[in-house]
């Protein structure tokens, strides 16, 4: 499976951006998806998950402005960034736990490349 990131930009203070993650290609169900931000200096860290029944959880940094969402039939998930603040600058990836089942069944995680979101203040 593969991901591909999308949406990132420059914005001011205050105002809101869309990212999206594609999936596509590759065999295996995605089960639970996420978006992660790396920020200069710090550890990459997720900020947002969301189940195949679209059960989601937040990272406190993010609880109440950021909300993930996925349509199933798309293979796309999104987040919807409102009250983006300069502290939210940062590479914004996403990744989906992939359940394979053949002969036998595994799982791993994909990764798609980051898209850039810069905040100005």
């Known amino acids: 499976v593969q991901l591909q990131a999308s949406g990132g930009g420059l914005v001011q203070v205050g105002e809101s951006l869309t990212l999206s993650c594609q999936a596509s290609?590759?065999?295996?169900?995605?089960?639970?998806m996420g978006w992660h931000r790396q920020t200069p200096g710090k550890q990459r860290e997720r900020i947002a998950s969301?189940?195949?029944?679209?059960?989601?959880n937040y990272a406190k940094s993010v609880q109440g402005r950021f909300t993930i969402s996925r349509d199933n039939a798309k293979n796309t998930m999104y987040l919807q960034m409102n009250s983006l603040q300069p502290e939210d600058t940062g590479d914004y990836s996403c990744?989906?736990?992939?359940?394979?089942?053949?002969?036998?069944?595994?799982?791993?995680?994909?990764w798609g490349q980051g898209t850039q979101v810069t905040v100005s203040s």
């Open positions: 990744s989906a736990r992939v359940v394979v089942r053949t002969e036998f069944q595994y799982e791993y995680d994909a």
């Open positions: 290609g590759g065999i295996g169900t995605i089960t639970t």
């Open positions: 969301i189940t195949t029944d679209s059960t989601t």
